[in-house]
């Protein structure tokens, strides 16, 4: 079967249903011009029917347009906030969910921004300089970011405010070896500091179920995902206070050692003929 059978067919079945659903609205449109009062449905009811609305006016549109893609498209009945979001990725195209931005500063993680809709990662580089700004003085002093956040107008900001922004320089390589070397070690270098971020994101799918929040409701799937984020900011925290309190009782130790063979009395062997 080639890919254009298969597109027509899709659009037929598509087409089919469609023509299920607008008979049911029709019936139901039917029903309240004999009186019967939309009321009287309970919540989720009514959100379904208005989602099957929705639906059917965006996927009419759709097959009369000749496009797949269209604002605010609904892919869930239940969950009318989810929109597709292209990744491009090998293992899924198309991935649904939040999409949160996230940085890591000392090792801990930040929640920055959730969204349920598809937006450009790079506008967030500034919002964080500043909100980094905003807690600790001054700015950062560089930050290894992803390529989609290597913008012109993220460049000319991070310069204006003295920030060295990881990636590739614009404009053609130095002739001199040493300095494209140098160049190289450091981007190396930021790229491997860099990984943190990805490590979080492995880390907090594999331990945290961020890849599967059960929660069907916007604000309590962000609850969910905020409070992941809490409780790997307070094992950080656990982690070095154990850290701290092992260097501490092993000083304390040594030095409680130290100071018993410094009080001990000398014992003075002698030689018995």
Known sequence: MTRITRRRKVKAAIKHQLGYVRQNLKAIDALIGCGARLSELKRHWWQKLLACSELERQQGLLLASQTNSIPDRLVNLVQTHIRPMVRGKARAA???????????????????????????????????????????????????ADRIYITAKNRHFCMRNGIRLSGKR???????????????????????????VEGVFGYGKRKYSLD??????????????????????????LRLLRLFFALLFGWIYSFLMAWSAIRAPAVICKPDF
Request: aromatic share 8%.
């Open 94 to 144: 198309v991935e649904f969910g939040a999409k949160i931005s996230v940085s890591v500063q000392n090792g801990f993680p930040f929640l920055h921004r959730i969204s349920w809709n598809p937006y450009n990662e790079g506008e967030d580089l500034i919002a964080q300089a500043e909100k980094y700004k905003l807690d600790t003085g001054p700015y950062p002093e560089r930050i290894c």
């Open 170 to 196: 614009l404009g053609r390589p130095p002739k001199d070896p040493d300095v494209t070397t140098a160049h190289k070690q450091q981007l190396r270098s930021d790229q491997a500091r860099r990984n943190e």
């Open 212 to 237: 599967l929040i059960m929660v069907r409701l916007p604000a309590g799937a962000e609850s969910s995902i905020s409070m992941a984020f809490v409780v790997m900011c307070a094992e950080k925290v």
